[in-house]
């Protein structure tokens, strides 16, 4: 028998938000959607229609329960508890449920503890201003709020908000301190060819527009952790991107410590480097991913992998 179909268990839950723009779906869901050779692009509306027999298995091939993450567009926390509690209840242990939101605080900007532990970007709304950044200590770029408009999946008898086809492809390329991970390489390749193949519209989203900033936040953590190749190993040959060096990186915009002195600049990177080349040799093995997905992934790891 196989196994059920996330878009079922998850269908009340979509039905509930299909008019909330600000409860996007991310993850498997959201770029198995936007991969999938049938599925049928229009830019112009913003929408993509996958097809009838549209299916993402709730199991994956390890023997693991699939994940659904949801991210809020807000800064209330009520609300964002509000979307985890509501599809907490309807999945019912069948998936595991992740859901999170813009933090309202000021950036960390220090080498205590909370930046040993911090492993995964945020988003965070800075105090006074309407601006929003995506940060991951020492890095930090803005986003640009176009960049934060949705796109609508459209299936049979569902529909769905996610971010923008090229902000999805990024958002694996820039989330972690890892790179883009090991388990995700095949599925991010797969996203970004078909981008490629669909409209040049996607690139030069990218590269020239809004999602610009989010592009040289993917390149700054590459550069400065695990090195250059697992970015441009998903994507398309035509659009792979150089490495940083250490001097481009301290001068950098998006450096968080450029006015700080040599030694604590010089700390954060090495640091950084450590914690990146770490989590980059576990996440390689397959066995321990494996075992990681099924019985830890949500609960004896939450620190390191949700920044908790």
């Known amino acids: 028998m196989n196994p059920e179909n996330v878009v079922n268990i998850t269908r009340d839950f979509l039905k509930k938000y299909e008019d909330e723009k600000a409860v996007q779906i991310i993850g498997g869901l959201a770029s198995t959607a936007t991969a999938d050779p049938a599925s049928r692009f229009s830019v112009d509306d913003a929408t993509i229609g996958v097809p009838k027999d549209f299916y993402l298995p709730a199991i994956r091939g390890n023997g693991s329960r699939r994940d659904v993450d949801v991210f809020v567009n807000s800064t209330d926390d009520k609300f964002i508890e509000k979307v985890r509690q509501d599809l907490t209840e309807i999945v019912d242990g069948r998936l595991d449920v992740s859901v999170f939101g813009v933090i309202e605080r000021e ?96 690139y030069e989203w990218t590269t020239d527009g809004p999602g610009k900033s989010q592009l040289e936040l993917a390149r700054l953590i590459h550069s400065a952790g695990v090195g250059i190749e697992p970015l441009n190993h998903v994507l398309p040959e035509s659009q792979n991107i150089k490495k940083m060096t250490k001097d481009e990186t301290l001068e950098n915009p998006y450096f968080m410590l450029r006015d700080d002195p040599s030694m604590i600049q010089k700390i954060a990177l090495a640091q950084f480097a450590f914690k990146a080349k770490s989590l980059r040799f576990f996440e390689s093995s397959a066995t321990v991913r494996a075992v990681f997905q099924k019985y830890a992934e949500r609960g004896l790891a939450s620190s390191i992998v949700e920044n908790s």
């Open 107 to 202: 950036l960390p900007h220090n080498l205590g503890f909370a930046a040993l532990k911090t492993f995964l970007a945020d988003r965070y709304n800075l105090p006074g201003s309407d601006e929003m950044v995506k940060a991951l200590y020492p890095f930090s770029a803005p986003i640009d709020p176009s960049g934060l408009e949705p796109w609508r999946v459209e299936g049979d008898g569902f529909s769905f908000h996610m971010p923008h086809p090229s902000m999805s492809l990024l958002n694996y390329c820039n989330r972690s301190i890892s790179g883009v991970r090991a388990k995700d390489a095949d599925k991010v390749s797969a996203l970004a060819a078909r981008l490629q193949a669909e409209s040049s519209k996607f």
